[in-house]
């Protein structure tokens, strides 16, 4: 079993749209839980941090379930330029290394 | 500020050649990461340094890959000999000592043909 699991794309979804994406994780040790965004042929960047109580950031809401290990990622009225890799990505502790799951893309069309 | 600087940004070898990729982390950041993106995967940690002292090289394939960071700043990746699964981009990352957030450089993207 892969240690971060996520929803297999790619998702193709019109302008003004809601989206979900999806991840498990396999390590209940897990301490801290993020979303980075990858555009095409460039570095990850860090999207949002994802918190227990749940986190939103204009268009994006974030949702963490420990007791099912279980993250989310909503993305309300999406923009063309929305469209990217979203990588869940999973740390073992401060300073610890990231752990990835292999990325969904999202392709957002007029 | 400036970025983590990565170089060369491509490169194209054959098989059994060797290769070296250099990074330059962010001014002050302790920690640096050297990743492993294959094509339509997600990046996946070769080794991490703590300023000099290596803290993490457990998925380092340590029979053709090596990495140093001598003087707790800039860093080196090598592989010797290439094989052409190790075609792939190669990231560099680091971050502030206690800090959850990682910056990454643009990469190096190797192909072994």
């Known amino acids: 079993r892969k240690e971060v699991e996520q929803d297999p794309g790619p998702f193709n979804v019109p302008e003004g749209a809601t989206v979900a994406f999806n991840c498990t994780y396999s390590?209940?040790?897990?301490?801290?839980f993020f979303w980075y965004r990858q555009d095409c042929r460039k570095e990850p960047k860090l999207l949002m941090s994802?918190?227990?109580s749940g986190n939103e950031d204009g268009r994006f809401t974030a949702q963490l379930n420990r007791a099912s290990q279980y993250i989310s990622l909503l993305i309300r009225d999406s923009k063309l330029s929305d469209s990217a890799t979203y990588l869940c990505?999973?740390?073992?502790?401060?300073?610890?290394?990231?752990?990835f799951g292999q990325g969904t893309e999202l392709s957002v069309k007029p | 500020e400036a970025g983590v600087a990565q170089s060369p940004r491509y490169k194209i070898i054959e098989k059994r050649q060797s290769v070296a990729f250099w990074c330059n982390p962010i001014?002050?950041?302790?920690?640096l990461y050297w990743y492993q993106q294959i094509l339509g995967q997600g990046p996946k940690l070769l080794i991490q340094?703590?300023?000099?002292?290596?803290?993490?090289d457990s998925q380092l394939p340590k029979d053709r890959f090596s990495a140093e960071r001598l003087k707790g700043v800039d860093s080196t990746l090598k592989i010797q000999p290439a094989k052409l699964e190790d075609s792939a981009v190669y990231l560099c990352?680091?971050?502030?000592?206690?800090?959850?957030?990682?910056?990454f450089g643009p990469g190096t993207r190797l192909t072994v043909t």
């Open positions: 340094f703590q300023n000099n002292g290596v803290v993490d």
């Open positions: 994802v918190y227990s």
């Open positions: 990505v999973v740390n073992m502790g401060q300073g610890g290394k990231l752990i």
């Open positions: 001014s002050g950041h302790a920690t």
């Open positions: 390590n209940s040790a897990s301490q801290s």
């Open positions: 990352a680091s971050t502030v000592g206690g800090s959850y957030e990682q910056y």
